[in-house]
């Protein structure tokens, strides 16, 4: 095959499709959404994969399908079920929009999934990239899959060097990925482009001699796979100090908030508290966001754990305080609900992962008698 720069596009599009295939049916992972045919299956295992790893989603999409075998059995659902499931996978929305669009397939579409593009990106969460991987894989409709594997690919492939945060360098890559795709076999193609940049065209390292299109990859003929694909350099990730309440009451309860749907982690239950103002110290946060969330006063006493974490666009480091209620009764001033639930009954509601991990040492508390670290 000739460097594909000088070659007509029809002869790209042909050898590119079929060598690639090629190495995809003789190399391919053996995962689990690739052993059924069913659309729903298959958008449940696109959904999960977006910015997650395979090994993170497989335990999460046994687990979930379990619980919700079929497109009627999660439309059904409670939505604190189904973030139940989700919890831990992160980016939650994806498991409410994936709640509400299977409401939406079964009250409008016959428990069907949609099979033409128009129809099926107007279901809540699903936007050109699913859109795609859902019609070709599970329909073998001819759409092209764009995601950070397969811009890899094809920015080494034809030596592109411009850089991939932008717009037209996407767009680039989406004709040339639309030329491409196999008309024979469009879900394939697209598993196989995403399982090349997966696990032989890696961001660093790349096994180039194990690649079935170095050949004619420009960036491997001219010694640039360290250089391209190029991307400019992130903003830098804010840093957030946030400060929470652990209040317990005689029972031994501990109180937990519901967030709002329309925010980040909605749906999910917390300890109640918020970012840390300028000028005030981590005591007075906790004072002042439980005075703004709950319409109480609280007296707060020593930190009880302080632990990091981060999530896509900032990082965070929690602290937990012991606290008491000394005026007022907790009201849901700015979630949706307050619960007080014990240690052993915590485990029925989802909470994001820097509140798992707080239950996780408050388990650790010998005999779980918590009321007595508050003040100790």
């Not at 992972?29 to 999960?48: A, F, G, H, N």
């Not at 397939?105 to 099926?120: A, K, L």
């Not at 936007?127 to 894989?137: E, K, N």
Request: net charge neutral; charged share 25%.
């Amino acid at each position: 095959m000739k460097n594909p720069i000088q070659t007509k596009s029809y002869r790209v599009s042909y050898s590119f499709s079929e060598i690639l295939l090629d190495w995809y049916h003789k190399n391919k992972r053996d995962l689990p959404w690739r052993r059924t045919d069913s659309p729903y299956k298959i958008w449940v295992s696109e959904i999960m994969l977006q910015q997650t790893r395979v090994d993170t989603v497989i335990p999460y999409y046994h687990r979930f399908l379990e619980a919700f075998p079929t497109v009627y059995d999660l439309a059904d659902a409670d939505q604190q079920k189904v973030l139940k499931q989700w919890e831990g996978l992160g980016y939650y929305s994806r498991g409410r929009n994936l709640h509400q669009a299977a409401k939406t397939v079964v009250d409008h579409f016959n428990g069907n999934i949609p099979s033409d593009y128009e129809t099926i990106t107007q279901l809540k969460g699903i936007g050109p990239y699913t859109a795609a991987a859902v019609l070709s894989i599970a329909f073998q409709k001819n759409h092209a899959v764009v995601d950070g594997n397969v811009i890899r690919v094809l920015a080494r492939f034809y030596g592109i060097e411009d850089d991939i945060r932008s717009g037209k360098t996407k767009k680039r890559v989406q004709a040339f990925a639309d030329e491409l795709i196999s008309e024979d076999e469009p879900g394939d193609f697209n598993q196989a482009i995403m399982e090349l940049g997966a696990t032989v065209c890696t961001p660093k390292n790349p096994l180039c001699d194990q690649c079935p299109l170095s050949l004619d990859c420009v960036a491997y003929q001219t010694v640039k796979t360290d250089s391209i694909p190029y991307k400019s350099p992130a903003k830098k990730v804010p840093h957030h100090q946030i400060a929470v309440g652990i209040i317990v009451n005689q029972k031994n309860e501990l109180l937990i908030a519901l967030r709002p749907n329309d925010v980040m982690l909605g749906g999910l239950w917390e300890f109640p508290g918020g970012k840390k103002e300028n000028g005030e110290s981590l005591p007075e946060t906790v004072s002042r966001e439980l005075t703004e969330e709950l319409g109480v006063e609280v007296d707060v006493y020593n930190k009880f754990k302080q632990l990091k974490h981060a999530y896509s666009h900032f990082k965070i480091t929690m602290h937990a305080y012991w606290c008491t209620i000394v005026k007022g009764t907790p009201k849901p001033i700015s979630g949706k609900e307050l619960r007080w639930v014990s240690l052993s009954e915590i485990d029925q509601y989802p909470f994001p992962k820097a509140n798992k991990t707080l239950i996780d040492e408050l388990k650790q508390i010998k005999n779980s008698d918590l009321t007595r670290f508050i003040s100790s």
